[in-house]
Nanobody, 127 residues
């Protein structure tokens, strides 16, 4: 069973920055694409960003392009989400997840569905 532990959320003013971390265990992390998702109150959970297993390809939701950056450190089994120029609309619980199959790209994360989730980390952006 894969375990996912997100951290780094908090309360920040609009225009501020946060860096989220997700530690994954239970699978050969370096072989799998990873993704960040978010769910605002009353809304569906949607993908924010994803990164290929190799780290050489990324994907971003239109709403965060140019502001968020996903990266990974395979030595630490950790994926990061650097969030800059935060807006109140970015307020949500942020989750990470790991691909079902090895050696795939970020587009596969965007098309996949997941049943296993971590506890998430709350990001609140005040105006």
């Amino acid at each position: 069973q894969v375990q996912l532990v997100e951290s780094g959320g908090g309360l920040v003013q609009a225009g501020g920055s946060l860096r989220l971390s997700c530690a994954a265990s239970g699978r050969a992390f370096m072989m799998y694409a990873m993704g960040w998702f978010r769910q605002a109150p009353g809304k569906e959970r949607n993908i924010v960003a994803a990164i290929a297993w190799s780290g050489d390809s990324t994907l971003y939701a239109d709403s965060v392009k140019g502001r968020f950056t996903i990266s990974r450190d395979n030595a630490k089994n950790t994926v990061y989400l650097q969030m800059n120029s935060l807006k109140p609309d970015d307020t949500a619980v942020y989750y990470c997840n790991i691909d079902h199959f090895p050696r795939r790209g970020p587009q596969d994360m965007a098309k996949s569905t997941f049943d296993n989730w971590g506890q998430g980390t709350q990001v609140t952006v005040s105006s």
